[in-house]
């Protein structure tokens, strides 16, 4: 197997099952650890475990660029989100807003880095505003408003990965590897932070017989799911160009829309979908762009 086929194939698995951990995340609140206390005790272990790859690899020296904590804070506050998105709304509902994120890359880009959208990447706004629009309002409402918290939730977490996104792309120096292991932390913090002050219930008020059931759970989700799902995105995308891992990441999108229509049933009416399905046609456009910019300089 080819380097270029390895790397697809990992990408699309990685993607993928991300898509379906949505499914755990939800077991783990059903079984009495609600809120963000399931997230906070997901991403210790994927800490650990990118902690330790980074001694395997001996890429310790990483974590000392501001750089890789800058990329890390902005994605480990989107999976904070993601994940919250995803326990206080419909699941579909998250998973399309969140994949508005081509839309904030591009805006991103022209705030941070000066970088002017080109004709195809106006056209993909135009396009996701529109999908944005029907998909929020079901043809039922004039302003495209998110309906509760959750819907905030997925539409900040793709602004939050879009950025990260970004700053990947414009800093040439982070580190894969250092990046992942930011993310994990940051993603702790934010959610601990969120259940200290916030959230409902307080740490003392859950059972013990709740966190001895959870718990192993979740540190089973964060070890043996969040982790090396990261790891096979990068790996795979490290050895294919940006579009083509971009287009084959939203393996995702097709695994959580499919696996949560089918379990938890379809909670979106006809205009809702057409909308949802115009988000992912912006996408693909702005894929498709940046692969025929690549061709004209690579020509």
Known sequence: MNQTLAGALATFVGAAVWGLIWFPVYHIESMGLTGLWSIVFIQPAAVVAAFVALVYVRELAELRKFDNWLVGASMGLSTMLYF????LS???RVIFLFYTLPVWAILWNAVFFRIKPTATQYVVI???LVGLWLFLTGGEAIAPLPSNLGDWCGLTAGAMWGLGLTLLENKPGTSAKATSFTAFLFAFSFAAIVCIFFAEPKFSALPTEVLAAAIPMAVAVG???QFPTMLLV???GQRLSAPTASL????ELLAATVSASLILGNSLNIVSWIGG???VLAAIVDIMGQQRSAAGVAS
């Open 234 to 236: 990068i790996w795979g």
């Open 126 to 128: 135009v396009i996701a």
């Open 84 to 87: 919250s998105g995803i326990l």
């Open 90 to 92: 419909d699941v579909v």
């Open 223 to 225: 070890l043996l799911l």
């Open 248 to 251: 084959i990441t939203m393996s």
């Open 277 to 279: 399905g115009i988000i």
